[in-house]
């Protein structure tokens, strides 16, 4: 299994933006579709984004869709979540995830998870 570990949470102000990072650990990086998720207080986790593992293929919550942009650098090991225009409803602890095979953004299929970064957005 991978490892992953995010970072560059914070908090910023209503319209600003932020890029989050999710480094992972291992030679098999490459090999795995990385999706980001989030968790507000008191509600579900919610897919936010989507890679696929050659990044040919990329998907978007309809709520973030023209605000956020997944990409990965495989030599680095790293997905990227830039995030813009953001909103305080896009405050969460976000969370990055791998699977392999399939391209998916069903939570159930990802079988590795990082401990998620704090984002909050003050209006």
């Known amino acids: 299994q991978v490892q992953l570990v995010e970072s560059g949470g914070g908090l910023v102000q209503a319209g600003g933006s932020l890029r989050l990072s999710c480094a992972a650990s291992?030679?098999?990086?490459?090999?795995?579709?990385i999706g980001w998720f989030r968790q507000a207080p008191g509600k579900e986790r919610e897919f936010v984004a989507a890679?696929?593992?050659?990044?040919?293929?990329?998907d978007y919550a309809d709520s973030v869709k023209g605000r956020f942009t997944i990409s990965r650098d495989n030599a680095k090991n790293t997905v990227y979540l830039r995030m813009n225009s953001l909103k305080p409803e896009d405050t969460a602890v976000y969370y990055c995830?791998?699977?392999?095979?399939?391209?998916?953004?069903?939570?159930?299929?990802?079988?590795?998870w990082g401990q998620g970064t704090q984002v909050t957005v003050s209006s």
């Open positions: 995830a791998a699977h392999r095979g399939f391209f998916s953004v069903d939570v159930s299929n990802f079988g590795s």
């Open positions: 291992g030679r098999t990086f490459s090999t795995y579709n």
């Open positions: 890679i696929s593992w050659r990044a040919d293929n990329t």
